[in-house]
């Protein structure tokens, strides 16, 4: 008779995982997404009705406190699971807070759980102290949870190397009843082949088996992989094929399934480049990229999405939704995204949108949210002014705000990228942008774009041509203020492309503005000048004389350093470099160019997370100095009065043919930067404006501008 009880209960357990399991998902409408950021180590939630289209919640802001629920003040990698009661939650995240210790040895996990997903018990487990087979752990990472039908229990999995000279493997235990601790001690679950590791595992069941998504390392073909079986805890094989639809190094792998769909999505970490991607499958063995469908107003970094009610998600967005962040919601190929001014007090809305957006044609949309009604839906006009939309949340008074629509040509690209530098190309008759990438903490980017333009204004984004790690093998972090100029060689054009990695200034060359561009294998300058005792080989500008014909290359941070290229524009001609530093007060982002028989020096001064950067020049009259500063030499200074900020490192850029003169530069994002205090200095944007001089040859200060300039014809 107790047999057969047991047998009972083992056959429903199964029943319930296999039900929870189902083609199509009952009784769920909505997705809700947890995930950390790279600007600090918290859970954040996002919501979704249709699995495509997410919001963030609470303002982006985490809704849990690190420093209240884990050991290290800082969680990484949130996987979030229901029970199979269908009531319960679980979530698991790795302890870690590289922001106060870095990347020094992690040896836990938090378990937490709730009823109600707002609400959450939480347990740190310091796996490393509790079992001493594993004391030499130093890499315990993104654990996950899942439900095993064969024993009744909750199974935790996460990645685990012991040591250096181990290799990162697949370890699982049971959880207690309470999920407050492990209950088991640790084993392999998966190791995988060859002298190779594997780290961010995430489990699904479909047809009888499981699949075990994980990303693979040491292998000539790195990536996401998977493995299967049809044992929960053993059995699987590897499966040596490659699931990313990108060529970029990825990680944070996370699947889910759709809920009015037998399809799953599965989504990773492209966690060098800034981004998250995701594709479509209907059998986990094809993926298809759906990048271009999916809407998000966050940057996550590995997270994961579990399937919710209706109910659940009107709880949270009651909970944890303003109708200022469903406003912002609005949706638009028109609309600078990142660039959306909101005045809380006035319940007013001005989203700037694109040059040559037709007004009478612009209609925002907005994804539906659960517990969320937005009217009108019908047809609006903002030719003639404004329109007003009423927002409604499930509990909470409904607001009405007031929105138009302004033209803007600055910033002049979309995203976030700094220290721009432009040249006009002979061999294709365009201009051509070439920034640093911006957006990461400490300016940590990795690679390289560039952008062309027939007008000045209207920007096509070109791809990227350089990323460190893998164009560059001397150098993998801090893609840095590149610069650039065209040369004719031998009746055919070169492109000579210098840039910052690392702290180093390398060189790369190509053919085309576009590239492909080849790094030179080895940093051109790595090290200070003789005599410079302090600053960073950073900051390089290209100066071609036109009177001389001969090149020079500028440097430094916190003193300017220039010397003769040689003729490779690949060297230095030996014993020409030479100190110009032209004040105390000077730091970085030297430009050069040529005018009416004067060379002009440019120059940011202050920090570029300074609200007060700016742009400062001196006059010379010859490539190398000496300079001459003028009394009146302020080039470009913020304007408070409309919000712009921290403008500088920049270029200049003629008109070919025309005394008609343009600064690009960059400034704080507009208008979000100024409230983020230093991290501003690593969120900025790419403006444009007109350079003008009196008929002295001095330069008159520009004044920095939303509207920017009108489109030039040569």
């Known amino acids: 008779m107790f047999k057969r009880q047991i047998c009972l209960m083992f056959c429903l357990c199964i029943y319930l995982y296999a039900h929870s399991q189902q083609t199509k998902t009952k009784g769920y409408s909505a997705y809700l997404f947890t995930y950390f950021t790279g600007s600090d180590e918290a859970i954040r939630y996002a919501v979704s009705s249709d699995g495509y289209h997410f919001k963030a919640l609470n303002g982006g802001n985490p809704v849990l406190s690190s420093a209240k629920i884990s050991g290290s003040g800082g969680v990484r990698d949130p996987h979030i699971l229901r029970g199979v009661d269908g009531k319960t939650f679980y979530m698991v995240a790795t302890d870690m807070n590289t922001v106060k210790n870095g990347w020094s040895p992690n040896q836990g996990i938090v378990l937490m759980r709730s009823k109600d997903l707002i609400n959450w018990e939480s347990h740190p487990v310091d796996v490393a102290k509790i079992y001493t087979d594993y004391a030499a752990a130093d890499r315990i990472w993104a654990p996950q949870t899942i439900f095993d039908p064969a024993t009744g229990k909750y199974m935790v999995y996460w990645s685990m190397r012991l040591g250096k000279e181990d290799r990162d493997k697949i370890y699982y235990a049971y959880a207690n009843k309470d999920f407050s601790a492990l209950e088991t001690k640790p084993a392999v679950l998966f190791n995988p082949p060859g002298n190779t590791v594997c780290i961010d595992a995430d489990i699904i069941a479909k047809d009888g088996k499981y699949h075990l998504f994980f990303k693979h390392a040491g292998s000539a073909t790195p990536g996401i992989k998977k493995a299967v079986s049809n044992k929960l805890t053993g059995g699987y094989v590897f499966q040596d094929k490659q699931l990313e639809q990108t060529k970029d190094e990825v990680e944070g792998s996370g699947i889910f399934k759709l809920n009015d769909s037998p399809d799953y999505i599965l989504m990773y970490d492209v966690y060098r480049n800034g981004r998250y991607e995701f594709a479509r499958s209907s059998d986990l063995e094809k993926f298809t990229t759906i990048n271009a469908d999916i809407q998000m107003d966050f940057h996550p970094r590995h997270g994961t999405v579990m399937p919710i009610t209706a109910t659940e998600a009107t709880s949270l967005t009651t909970r944890f939704l303003t109708p200022e962040q469903v406003i912002l919601s609005a949706e638009s190929k028109d609309i ?10 006035t319940h007013s809305v001005t989203w700037q949108v694109k040059p040559g957006t037709d007004l009478t044609k612009f209609k925002p949309t907005f994804p539906e949210i659960p517990g969320v009604i937005i009217t009108p839906k019908g047809n609006t006009s903002f030719a003639k002014g404004t329109v007003s939309y009423v927002v409604r949340i499930s509990g909470q008074q409904p607001i009405t705000f007031t929105t138009k629509a302004l033209e803007t040509h600055n910033p002049v ?11 006009y190309a002979e061999k294709t008759g365009k201009y051509y942008l070439y920034p640093t990438s911006d957006g990461f903490t400490n300016w940590s980017g990795n690679y390289f774009n560039v952008f062309s333009s027939s007008d000045l204004v209207n920007w096509k984004d070109e791809g990227t041509i350089l990323q460190l790690g893998k164009d560059v093998t001397w150098a993998n972090t801090k893609a840095w203020a590149p610069a650039i100029v065209e040369k004719k060689i031998n009746g055919h054009y070169q492109y000579f492309y210098y840039f910052c990695a690392n702290g ?13 561009f080849k790094d030179l294998s080895k940093p051109l300058l790595d090290k200070l000048p003789e005599g410079v005792t302090h600053g960073q080989q950073i900051d390089p500008d290209v100066f071609i004389d036109p009177v001389s014909g001969k090149s020079y290359l500028y440097w430094g941070n916190s003193y300017m350093a220039a010397a003769e290229l040689a003729e490779d524009m690949v060297s230095l001609v030996p014993g020409t470099t030479k100190i110009l530093t032209p004040t105390k007060t000077y730091n970085e982002g030297t430009f050069v160019f040529y005018r009416k028989g004067k060379y002009y020096f440019t120059w940011s001064e202050k920090d570029t997370r300074d609200p007060d950067y700016q742009v400062r020049y001196a006059v010379a009259d010859n490539p190398m100095g000496p300079l001459t500063i003028p009394q009146n030499n302020l080039v470009i200074i913020k304007d408070a009065t409309v919000g712009i900020y921290a403008t500088g490192h920049h270029s200049v850029i003629q008109i070919p043919g025309k005394d008609e003169w343009y600064i690009v530069y960059h400034r704080f994002n507009y208008p979000k930067g100024i409230g983020m205090g230093r991290s501003a200095g690593y969120n900025r944007e790419v ?16 004044k920095p501008t939303h509207a920017g300039i009108a489109p030039v014809t040569k």
Do not use: H, R, W
């Not at 690209?413 to 040249?423: E, R, S, V």
């Open 336 to 345: 600078k995204k990142i660039n959306t001014v909101l005045d809380s007090t």
């Open 413 to 423: 690209l979309d995203g976030l990228y700094a220290d721009p530098d432009i040249i």
């Open 504 to 516: 180093q200034i390398g060189v790369a060359v190509a053919n085309n503005p576009t590239g492909p």
């Open 687 to 702: 403006c444009i404006d007109k350079l003008e001089f009196k008929e002295d040859g001095s330069i008159m200060q520009t």
